[in-house]
């Protein structure tokens, strides 16, 4: 089939974007800003509507999202055989190659099977039935996710099949080659960012105890204005049959010249290992982005902060993973230390899992922003380090306005 007769590609459908609990209203305000209808914000995804062609846009520019699915279908089905029977009903030879590779995930809560991986099963088993009677032959099948990739989507009765555009998580960015110990994914880490006074009022960026450098170099990438999955070298849809080659190119070419305004604000990252310097400076290297932060090796309280203000941002070990809780306690009061002591005209910021640590700081928390992490119910706790005349930033919830 020709690129240019495959009207698959120019049919607008709904569109599923995916993310982790805790950031679809960051989500939703990015996809209003790139121009996109929001049909409806659910806890883990925000669903708008657009073409295959569109998707392009949404996998380079989004910065918090997951995964892009477009709908290919939405129906009921009561049995494994309902289901079954709906999708062979779909046109699977429009969209996949016979001779290609598929991969099938799915989100399973139904009464009428007890193993979730048996409705993957039906899916799977309905698609390469489809395809064997329109083409003559299926496609190969398992768990690569670097080729075509359909979603099935099964609660109770309501059932839908995207295609996932994306193919890899979005998080998967390419640069963070060095991940260090429990590093933050960079979704999230982008979504932290967004969350922030920095966004909206500027400044300086300063990242003590940067790890791998993730929260530092998505800040970067705001500041320099630079589409995120411009770093991907890999996409789900580029598998899909009659993939447009020509506009996959005009996409990009557009998210390399729409560029945001640059933020002059100096991003510092340090930390007190040397490795996880090292590996934060190479991952930024890998990101495009390593000329537009100063890193150190020095403990957290000894950071430089420039005079002209800005957000400091530690996500410091929590315990869960990283150490016993009673020997993190000293560090959480440093904290809270280093902030009264150096902070002021400072906006200072604890991204923590463990509130019983997190009132180790001292200070009254001005906004407390849930986020999880994987499984881990975190905050992200805000407090206003100021001097002299308080600045007033609005209601205690608000979102700062995105770049």
Request: glycine residues 10%; positive net charge; charged residues 25%.
């Amino acid at each position: 089939m020709k690129t240019e007769k495959n009207q698959t590609w120019h049919e607008k459908r709904p569109i599923l974007v995916t993310c982790g609990r805790g950031i679809a209203p960051y989500l939703r305000a990015e996809l209003e800003m790139l121009g996109f209808p929001v049909r409806a914000e659910r806890l883990t995804g925000v669903e708008t509507e657009g073409t295959l062609t569109d998707t392009f846009r949404l996998n380079l520019q989004v910065r918090t999202g997951l995964r892009v699915m477009w709908q290919v279908a939405a129906f009921r089905a009561a049995s494994p055989d309902a289901l079954h029977a709906a999708v062979t009903a779909l046109p699977w030879e429009a969209f996949l190659d016979s001779q290609g590779y598929v991969c099938i995930n799915s989100f399973v809560h139904t009464e009428c099977i007890r193993d979730t991986r048996f409705a993957g099963l039906k899916c799977k088993d309905a698609i390469m039935d489809r395809m064997r009677q329109a083409c003559g032959q299926r496609p190969d099948s398992g768990n690569r996710q670097d080729q075509a990739v359909v979603f099935l989507y099964w609660n109770n009765e309501d059932a839908a099949v995207y295609l996932d555009t994306s193919g890899e998580p979005l998080c998967r960015r390419g640069y963070r080659k060095i991940p260090g110990k429990a590093p933050m994914q960079e979704t999230l880490a982008a979504a932290v960012v967004q969350a922030t006074r920095w966004v909206s009022n500027g400044g300086a960026f300063v990242n003590p105890m940067c790890g791998s450098g993730t929260l530092a170099i998505e800040a970067a990438l705001v500041a320099e204005g630079r589409a995120p999955g411009l770093l991907r070298e890999r996409f789900g849809f580029m598998a899909l049959r009659g993939f447009p080659s020509d506009a996959w190119r005009t996409a990009r070419e557009q998210a390399l010249q729409a560029k945001g305004p640059r933020r002059e604000g100096a991003i510092i990252a340090t930390d007190h290992d040397p490795k996880a310097v090292e590996g934060a400076r190479h991952n930024a290297q890998l990101a495009g982005v390593a000329d537009r932060i100063q890193f150190g090796v020095c403990d957290f309280a000894a950071t430089d902060l420039p005079a002209s203000g800005g957000v400091i941002m530690l996500n410091p070990a929590y315990g869960d993973r990283m150490g016993d809780t009673v020997e993190l306690e000293p560090v959480y009061r440093q904290i809270g230390d280093f902030f009264k002591q150096r902070g002021q005209g400072y906006t200072g910021y604890v991204f923590t899992g463990n509130l019983d640590l997190a009132k180790r700081v001292g200070l009254r928390t001005r906004r407390r922003i849930i986020f999880f992490n994987s499984e881990i119910e975190c905050r992200l706790l805000e407090f206003e380090l100021y001097t002299g005349t308080r600045r007033t930033f609005g209601g205690p919830d608000e979102l700062p306005t995105l770049p």
